[in-house]
């Protein structure tokens, strides 16, 4: 059976003493409001009222369009 010694896998432990941990000092507002607000359950809810609103405008666009549109003449 070979031996597997001169097969060596080098781990080069380059920056491990600086890692920096701190993600919300580099991010901008809108990137934070981002995070807060699309990601996540918030984001799902968010996204989902918008959704919902934007069907509900549709529907009242065609309903008020498809009224002038079918009016009888008067």
């Known amino acids: 059976m070979e031996s597997n010694t001169g097969a ?3 781990y080069d432990r380059w920056n491990e003493d600086n890692i920096n941990v701190d993600v919300e000092a580099g991010q901008t507002t809108m990137s ?3 995070s807060r607000v699309c990601v996540g359950t918030a984001g799902i809810t968010v996204k989902a009222a918008g959704a919902l ?3 509900i405008s549709l529907y009242i666009l065609g309903y008020v369009t498809g009224f002038y549109v079918h009016k009888c003449g008067v």
């Open 53 to 55: 609103a934007a069907l």
């Open 8 to 10: 060596r896998v080098q």
């Open 32 to 34: 934070r409001m981002y």
